[in-house]
């Protein structure tokens, strides 16, 4: 079975850059996906195709991707930012979310 | 404008059943895989279940697999949950959702609570 693995949780102060990795082996041949969920709401959609960024989303917003690792990147994450952040990626039968991962912007 | 709206949930016995059902607007249903996606109190997202735009394939996650099953019907634009052999651990809010791969067209409905406690 597929497996994706996220920090828990990462820490920044307002202004800095935070970077959220997601690590698993189908990233190498699947495509990820970035979600932002704000208690008491659904996922928001902040990345997809490892690297494209809908419209709406701040520009502050990016991904990257290398082998086997998919990185969210917030440059110069608000306090508006604070949230959780899933990783996702889809296999041929099936899907797989991250863990998860709580971002605290002090 | 796409909305999905999720409906159904309720507080169940352990070993009770439910069903769920999503009814979207803005899309026409019969081109899109459905899916559906459960969130566990204070607990990540976990995939519970997709179906192919008309019904030929369905594939589950491995925690629901034998207990739940997925259905469509095109014409109400809707999908169902239907869930049997309820647990504790499958407490959770259930979220419909609709995706196109490798496009941001992805839609998620505001969810809907199953409780299962005695």
């Known amino acids: 079975s597929y497996e994706l693995t996220q920090p828990s949780s990462v820490s920044v102060f307002p202004g800095q850059t935070a970077r959220i990795t997601c690590s698993g082996d189908?990233?190498?041949?699947?495509?990820a996906r970035w979600f932002q969920q704000k208690p008491g709401q659904a996922p928001v959609l902040m990345i997809y195709?490892?690297?494209e960024r809908p419209s709406g989303i701040p520009e502050r917003f990016s991904g990257s991707s290398s082998e086997t690792t998919v990185t969210l990147t917030i440059s110069g994450a608000q306090v508006e930012d604070e949230a959780d952040y899933y990783c996702y990626s889809a296999g041929d039968n099936i899907w797989v979310f991250g863990g998860g991962t709580q971002l605290t912007v002090l | 404008e796409v909305k999905l709206v999720e409906s159904g949930g309720g507080v169940v016995q352990p070993g009770g059943s439910l069903r769920l059902s999503c009814t979207g607007s803005g899309i026409t249903f019969n081109n899109f895989w459905m899916s559906w996606i459960r969130q566990a109190p204070g607990k990540g997202l976990e995939w519970v279940a997709k179906?192919?735009?008309?019904?030929?394939?369905?594939y589950y996650g491995e925690s629901v697999k034998g207990r739940f099953t997925i259905s469509r019907d095109n014409a109400e634009n809707s999908v169902h949950l239907e869930m049997n052999s309820l647990r504790a651990e499958d407490t959770a809010i259930y979220y419909c959702?609709?995706?196109?791969?490798?496009?941001?067209?992805?839609?998620w409905g505001l969810g809907t609570l199953v409780t299962v406690s005695s």
């Open positions: 959702r609709v995706v196109v791969s490798t496009t941001d067209f992805d839609y």
């Open positions: 189908i990233l190498s041949k699947k495509y």
């Open positions: 179906m192919k735009e008309e019904g030929s394939e369905k």
């Open positions: 195709k490892d690297t």
